[in-house]
């Protein structure tokens, strides 16, 4: 049985300069933020993509519900081929993928009751009906009163948000739902009651979720598998429970040792990586995290690795993995 979603080779390229510049100065006139990805999301299953601001996550994301086109690469959704879909195409696609934006409170309008914004997927995608008991039926799915239909959204706390974003989310029954960093902005009780709602509604609906985070701890507790992204690669992808215990790439590494960790008595060695992600106007020359890496060799700035497998299921990008030499030497 194929993947609900299935992506190859993905690349996505944005304007750098204009084009009389670039014919002038004869650079290059795009760059690519997102260059050949590649990764599948099954039925009922929740896949996290992982990374430093500006590594090409919520590209993705726009990408996939057409926001976006590809440069190159390919998208398929329950098989068929949406990589160069039109208008028209996307607005059915729509209906059967949805997407949580970042900002809780920016993402809803200001002018809407929250009983029109939760049903307006329906009326936009012709759906009749009751409104306004579709509004309560979604409302009390996310576990909120049906009295918060007449309210605002300046009215309601972060997570009240939240919950109504997951509720618009849900309106169209949808197959895929995309959480563009689900939790940002909310407090530690808020957002586990947040990720606690969408594991429910997965396993009731049987709901794919792709989750873009850089909330490890998001990662590790709803996810089956994760994909971690550097300059618009994924250096490293495999079961999320596998990658925690296991790394395979320095990048990962160094992420899983900063995360913070709830209990103030457990020892653990914090990884240092010195200056910043470079452009992906100027992509470094041979593996690009070289220049941040602790194990780096001269190998790695002239020669780019190519995918290994430390299992059929996990992969890495690296010269000299974690997994296999642990002491570096």
Known sequence: MSALLEVENLCIRYPSMGRVRAALTGAEREFDA??????????GQTLGLVGESGSGKSTVARTLI??????????????????QAGAREYARLRREMAIMWQDPTGSLSPRLTVGSLVTEPLRIHGKGGDMRAEATRLLEMVGLPAHFA????????????????????????????IADEPTAGLDMSVQAEVLNLLAEMQARLGIAILVIT????????ITDRMAIMYLGRFVEQGPTDRIWSAPCHPYTE?????????????ARARI???????????RP???????????????????????????????YTCH???????SGG
């Not at 990586?273 to 100027?282: A, N, T, V």
């Not at 593996?287 to 790695?300: D, Q, S, T, V, Y």
Request: hydrophobic share 35%; with cysteine.
């Open 66 to 83: 057409g926001l976006k086109r590809a440069h190159s690469g390919t998208i398929r959704f329950d098989g068929q081929d949406i990589t």
């Open 254 to 266: 160094a992420l899983l040792s900063a995360n913070p960790e709830p209990d103030p008595d457990a």
């Open 272 to 282: 240092t990586l010195e200056g910043e992600m470079p452009s992906p106007r100027s």
């Open 320 to 326: 000299f993995p974690v997994c296999t030499d642990a």
């Open 285 to 315: 020359a041979g593996c690009e995290f070289h220049g941040r890496c602790p194990r780096a060799r001269e190998i790695c700035a002239s020669e780019a690795p190519d995918v290994s497998r430390q299992t059929p299921d996990h992969a």
């Open 214 to 221: 850089h909330n490890l701890n998001v990662v590790r507790h």
């Open 34 to 43: 997102v260059a050949g990805v590649s990764f599948t999301l099954d039925k």
């Open 150 to 177: 007449s309210r605002f959204p300046h009215q309601l706390s972060g997570g009240q948000a939240r919950r109504v974003g997951v509720a618009r989310a849900l309106a169209l029954d949808p197959r895929l739902i």
